[in-house]
């Protein structure tokens, strides 16, 4: 078995365990936030299955993400420093997850869902999934004079704005771009963390009839595009409340466009709902965090004061 599995603690074990931590473990001044959603749609089937290696296919589970396809930006990103997050709690993050064995009755069904959807995806879709997998604000392009700086900026707002309204974007609001600038720092530390650690091959390294709609350049195990969306969505929902299942549903179109594409498994879009989860809860427990946060809210009341 490789090592990248977690021992002894299957998929499905440790999400339940994600879904039923109790938030009253935190520190006292933690404030509460909203309970981790339990998991729904196609992958509640799969999760049901059977994670454990099979001897059937023992030879699926020698295969790890190539390190020639590994990318120079995965790698540089698993080297930055976190902003909110601290050490401790980073440290933890993957003892939270894990993945189906290759050879398993889960990670094989799996492959033959990724299987229909590209049998059955329409012109339409791969248009969508395609326009989605151009989204994803980056740390790095925090220069006023970089030319992507002003793009990168509204990429923040991809879940919120198109929900709130156009006028819910960098430039109306600052408080909450800094907030987001900060945490998106996190989020994409955290993605290629986990993706080095892991190390999980990619849908189409295990099934020769994936073709994907784009090649990878990191592992796949968890999904970044999901983990944005998903911890965007929670961050927003502190924010603006009465939003929350219109910004996790919008974050849920994004996990739907990995799959699409052929490029990430269910079970990588799930890990990536559970971690954005734990990543709000563990920036809560620093003062520097929470006091974004309320310069965000503040900066929302705001508004609604003065122009409604």
């Known amino acids: 078995m490789k090592q990248y599995l977690q021992p002894n603690r299957p998929l499905i074990v440790t999400i339940l365990t994600a879904l039923l931590i109790n938030l009253a473990t935190f520190e006292a001044d933690c404030q509460w936030i909203h309970p981790l959603e339990p998991i729904q749609g196609r992958y ?7 994670p454990e290696p099979s001897s059937e296919r023992a030879w699926m589970d020698t295969i790890a993400f190539p390190w020639a396809e590994y990318g120079k930006t995965a790698l540089s990103a698993s080297l930055w420093r976190t902003y909110y997050l601290s050490s401790e709690d980073e440290a933890r993050l993957p003892g939270l997850i894990g993945y189906p064995a290759n050879s398993s009755v889960q990670t094989r069904s799996e492959l033959d869902y990724l299987l229909d959807l590209q049998a059955h995806r329409t012109p339409e879709e791969v248009k969508r999934a395609e326009y989605i997998a151009n989204f994803g604000s980056w740390p790095d392009l925090i220069n006023p004079i970089d030319s992507d700086y002003a793009e990168n900026l509204r990429e923040l707002f991809y879940i919120a704005g198109p929900i709130v309204g156009s006028w819910y974007n960098p430039d109306n609001f600052p408080a909450a ?25 990619r849908p189409y390294h295990l099934e020769p009839r994936l073709h994907p ?36 549903k ?10 699409l594409m052929g490029i990430h498994y269910p079970s990588d879009n799930e890990a990536s709902r559970v971690i954005g989860w734990h990543l709000l809860a563990d920036w809560y427990r620093n003062p520097l965090f929470v006091a974004d946060l309320e310069k965000a809210k503040a900066e929302w009341v705001a508004w609604q004061v003065t122009h409604h």
């Not at 983990?227 to 219109?246: C, D, M």
Request: glycine letters at 2%; charged letters at 30%; a positive charge.
């Open 213 to 248: 709609l784009a090649r990878i350049h990191s592992p796949s195990f968890a999904s970044g595009h999901s983990l944005w969306s998903f911890t965007e969505a929670y961050v927003f929902s502190e924010i603006i409340p009465n939003k929350r299942e219109e910004f996790l």
């Open 177 to 201: 771009t800094q907030l987001m600038l900060h945490c998106i720092q996190d989020i994409r530390i955290t993605e290629f963390r986990l993706k080095r650690h892991f190390k999980r091959a």
């Open 250 to 259: 919008r974050a849920e179109e994004v996990r739907w466009s990995r799959e």
């Open 44 to 50: 509640k089937t799969l999760a049901a299955l059977n």
